[in-house]
């Protein structure tokens, strides 16, 4: 990894901060957002599961109709026997040829009745797996059409967004680069343990931003001082003087604008 540049304490802590900045401008982006990214991906993972299930009935279908068609083959052998079988008990000689030939007879036609059975049963399996379809179908679409719904929705709020966050990122990793490694892993550590992402704060009315825990006034000046990185004792988040905060607040708004 490519060294640092060596950069003061107080430059340090000015890129924290500008940092903060940025990412909970990012954060302030994303919670516009707020969970269509996550609704759109879902809606498409659902879509693809639906069209999957979809092919999958219509192949259903298709080997359904492939069985009533065999077994259409196999009523229409069975009958051929069957003419066949009569003809020949007219010309038999014996009783015992003759019930042979029953026999037979009688086989086809249970073959008949019972190929008869299947291709009724296959028929109600086809008309269920259709209506499954038909539901599906119209599910697909109406998915579909919520889908366009959110996608054009966050197009929006992407089209008003999407090159202010472009320059937020490029401005982040600028200033990431001003900062020590170790700095960089305790800022993100620190904004991951907390819920609304302040890891850099600055005192205000003598506490640290968000906090009711008064900062000794010799402590205050220490921070004043900018020369060393200086923690808040109960929230872990590093601190910053209030006078230097208002600076880079300007700094970045006037960037944005």
Request: hydrophobic letters at 35%; charged letters at 40%.
């Amino acid at each position: 990894m490519a060294k640092k540049k060596e950069v003061t304490v107080e430059e340090k802590l000015r890129a924290l901060y500008d940092l903060q900045l940025i990412d909970s401008r990012v954060d302030e982006i994303k919670n516009v957002r707020g969970e269509l990214p996550l609704e759109i991906e879902d809606l498409e993972d659902e879509i693809v599961g639906l069209n999957k299930r979809l092919s999958n009935l219509d192949k259903d279908v298709e080997n359904l109709k492939g069985e009533i068609s065999g077994k259409k083959l196999v009523i229409e052998e069975a009958n051929a026997l069957v003419k066949k079988y009569a003809e020949q008990q007219k010309k038999v000689r014996n009783n015992r040829e003759f019930n042979s030939i029953s026999k037979e007879t009688e086989y086809q036609e249970l073959e008949i009745e019972l190929a008869e059975k299947r291709i009724k049963e296959y028929k109600v399996k086809i008309e269920q797996k259709n209506e499954i379809i038909t539901s599906t179908k119209e599910k697909i679409a109406r998915q579909d059409d919520l889908l366009k719904h959110k996608s054009a929705e966050l197009n929006d709020i992407m089209g008003d967004t999407i090159k202010e966050e472009e320059l937020l990122l490029k401005k982040s990793a600028e200033y990431s680069e001003l900062i020590d490694d170790h700095l960089i892993k305790a800022y993100n550590r620190i904004r991951t343990s907390v819920k609304n992402g302040l890891a850099v704060v600055s005192i205000e009315r003598g506490a640290s931003g968000g906090s009711f825990f008064t900062i000794p006034p010799q402590r205050q000046v220490e921070i004043a001082s900018r020369k060393k990185i200086i923690t808040d004792e109960h929230s872990g988040r590093i601190l910053v003087d209030g006078a230097l905060a208002e600076e880079e607040k300007e700094k970045i708004n006037n960037l944005l604008k």
